[in-house]
């Protein structure tokens, strides 16, 4: 290869590297506005959790941002949480609308009610604890990643799934659990 030719294609790659993408990459994402109702998802469908008593609901679809972010809306009727675990490619922000939740993000604990949001950065061990009867929040993540598809697949389960198939479904979407659930006292 040239000289001229060698330095042409490397500054034309320059973009590819730095970015992570080609420049010329067309996105596929939504290119209209667009509603979604309360207590209604995205696609009319709704996933189940805890035993399929606790709504969860896409809001927006990382189908709408070429993977970029994906927001939910929670209604836990059940307390509890997920067991301790990281995202190694994700970014979670949890706002609560409704109840009461303990969070922990690396070795801090998180009291959150009504109006607070979290941000939990990626790679930082977390978790969190519904501790009132009844919750609601709105949490996304950036990037979407395969959290649409683990709800998808949790919701496949007709109750809470053991640790074993837990920590598996984790696996499979991006995510290791690496402690058991928040230990509470109901609120």
Do not use: C, W
């Amino acid at each position: 290869m040239q000289r001229r030719n060698f330095i042409a294609t490397t500054a034309a790659a320059i973009p590819t590297i730095a970015f992570g993408r080609d420049l010329n990459f067309q996105e596929s994402r939504t290119d209209h506005g667009f509603v979604v109702k309360a207590n209604e998802s995205r696609f009319k469908e709704t996933t189940l959790l805890f035993g399929g008593t606790s709504p969860n609901d896409i809001k927006v679809s990382g189908k709408d941002t070429d993977g970029q972010l994906s927001l939910f809306e929670y209604t836990g009727n059940v307390p509890g949480g997920p067991p301790l675990h990281i995202h190694p490619k994700q970014d979670e922000i949890f706002f609560i609308v409704e109840g009461d939740y303990t969070f922990k993000v690396g070795d801090e604990l998180y009291k959150l009610t009504k109006g607070d949001t979290i941000f939990l950065p990626r790679k930082v061990p977390h978790t969190f604890a519904q501790t009132s009867e009844r919750g609601k929040m709105f949490f996304m993540f950036q990037p979407s990643g395969k959290m649409e598809d683990y709800f998808r697949k949790l919701a496949t389960f007709k109750g809470q799934p053991t640790p074993e198939e837990g920590a598996k479904v984790f696996a499979d979407h991006e995510m290791i659990v690496v402690g058991p659930p928040l230990e509470f006292q109901k609120q």
